[in-house]
């Protein structure tokens, strides 16, 4: 389909491994977000990015947590040094524009992330 | 602390019924968004609206926008159970990064047959 993907689906991880997640926007869109949404909760955002600039990164929880797209296309998130409070699915988005606040933002299925 | 506060958090219906999901918020929103969100997949938009007073109509579904831009409800008459998901408001603020949304923790709704 032509819609967001992320890989993997379920990520199992013990504490204190390094993860990667990654994320296949639409193709062409310029806006790229990253959300985290633990559970029981509604998506908390990480970061934004707008091609290969990110733009904002002001929601990612600690220094443990790094994103980049550089080719302005594909995303990874990856978290070192993994702990059990990380644990929650991690959302990308993607939006065809500059993000204004009216945009449509297709959201994948997320990844689940669970640390033992 | 949310900065958009969803209630009720759960509602369970029978098929038939009607009902009212609101968010609100201390602050002003330069739009606001509702999702669903179904279990194992991502949130998908259902509405935007970004004038205050606006109302807008989904089949069953109306949407209101409060006039001040702080809050917003969601009506569902005659609910059915494919009515049944998690509904997120979700609210765009001006000085933010363009885009980025802040969500409320959502509403549980399950409509029995």
């Known amino acids: 389909g032509a819609g967001v993907s992320q890989s993997p689906r379920y990520k199992v991880a013990k504490r204190g491994q390094d993860v990667a997640l990654r994320c296949d926007p639409i193709s062409g869109h310029v806006s790229l977000f990253w959300y985290q949404q633990a559970l029981g909760q509604g998506p908390e955002f990480l970061t934004y990015f707008q091609n290969e600039a990110q733009l904002d990164k002001s929601g990612l929880p600690s220094d443990r947590f790094f994103a980049e797209r550089p080719e302005g296309s594909v995303s990874t998130l990856k978290i070192q040094r993994t702990q059990q409070e990380d644990s929650a699915v991690y959302l990308c988005?993607?939006?065809?524009?500059?993000?204004?606040?009216?945009?449509?933002?297709?959201f994948g299925p997320g990844t689940r992330l669970l640390v033992l | 602390t949310q900065l958009l506060e969803q209630s009720p958090q759960f509602l369970s219906i029978q098929e038939g019924e009607n009902l009212t999901v609101y968010c609100n918020s201390s602050?002003?929103?330069?739009?606001l968004q509702w999702y669903r969100q179904e279990p194992g997949e991502g949130p998908v938009l259902l509405v935007t609206?970004?004038?205050?007073?606006e109302v807008k109509k989904l089949k069953r579904l109306t949407f209101q926008f409060g006039d001040a831009r702080k809050d917003s409800s969601l009506h569902i008459t005659a609910a059915q159970p494919g009515d049944t998901g998690l509904y997120l408001c979700?609210?765009?603020?001006?000085?933010?990064?363009?885009?980025?949304?802040?969500f409320g923790r959502g509403t549980q709704l399950t409509v029995w047959p």
């Open positions: 988005a993607s939006s065809v524009g500059w993000g204004t606040s009216q945009e449509t933002q297709y």
């Open positions: 979700a609210g765009a603020r001006r000085g933010s990064t363009l885009g980025r949304l802040y």
């Open positions: 602050s002003v929103f330069s739009s």
């Open positions: 609206v970004v004038t205050g007073g």
